[in-house]
């Protein structure tokens, strides 16, 4: 198995209010990241609420640019060779005036496929999502979950191998981010797929993970990884999910205080 994402001590600062710090002062955001994610991984980041997770799926997505440090997707920088990366947010972020077989062909419009493949392709990945009969829906005519089940459509549909999922399930209700959690464990099984997962559950971390690192509060660093070598699926109940979601809070306890200060 082969490496798809390396990163290496990446630093991003921010600008800060001049009313708060100064003027041309700045805040850190990320100071000295590093962590790897193999072909065919699943590797979730968690951490306290500011810890910098987002501005980590960013620098990978080639939206910004970290300060110090590189990133290397398949051994070259994200900015080179075109995009690489499918990246989804928290919010669906689905355009309120096309349908949903017009949303979900979105990226690939993009890539100038044609409109009769977008859509053919499309249509199968909307059955399998669960979303046949609803393709000429509008997205206000929608519950939550078919709405996030229609944003991971188009993800998929972008053709990358590099998944960078920021929180996309945290806004749903527990009975259909099961749901969700399910159909993204089956995509990952059935095509292979590299996932870079960003959440604020523990317990969604360790359910879903090959392997978890464990951020700081502002400036977020790498305070630990652990690995889950367990068999799917899994349980919150099962012993060793727990043992791990356990861990995970003795690590993460000290951070929330602090970040709760």
């Known amino acids: 198995m082969g490496e798809k994402l390396r990163i ?47 501005t980590v799926c960013n620098i990978v997505a080639g939206l910004v640019r970290a300060d110090e440090g590189t990133v290397m997707i398949d051994g070259t920088p ?11 947010q928290q919010k669906d972020l689905l355009l309120p005036w096309r349908t949903v077989v017009d949303n979900a062909v979105l990226g690939l419009e993009v890539q100038g496929v044609a409109r009769a493949e977008a859509r053919a392709e499309a249509l199968e990945w909307l059955r399998t999502f669960g979303l046949e009969g609803f393709e000429r829906a509008y997205p206000a005519t929608l519950s939550g979950g078919m709405r996030q089940r229609v944003a991971l459509v188009r993800t998929l549909l972008c053709r990358r191998e590099l998944l960078v999922l920021d929180e996309p399930f945290g806004a749903l209700d527990a009975m259909t981010r099961s749901t969700m959690q399910e159909y993204l464990l089956r995509l990952r099984e059935e095509y292979g797929r590299t996932v870079l997962f960003i959440t604020h559950d523990v317990e969604e971390a360790v359910l879903l993970s090959d392997r978890i690192y464990v951020m700081t509060a502002r400036p977020g660093r790498v305070r630990a990884e652990l690995a889950v070598p367990l068999e799917r699926p899994r349980r919150a109940t099962d012993a060793a999910v727990v043992e791990r979601k356990a861990q995970i809070l003795e690590w993460l306890r000290p951070e929330l205080v602090g970040a709760s200060g």
């Open 78 to 88: 994200p900015g080179t060779a075109g995009g690489r990366v499918a990246y989804m």
């Open 8 to 54: 290496e001590r990446i630093t991003k600062r921010f600008p800060a209010s001049a009313s708060r710090r100064g003027p041309g002062s700045s805040v850190d955001a990320l100071v000295g990241v590093s962590l790897h994610v193999d072909e065919h991984e699943f590797v979730t980041l968690v951490g306290p609420s500011g810890c910098g997770k987002s």
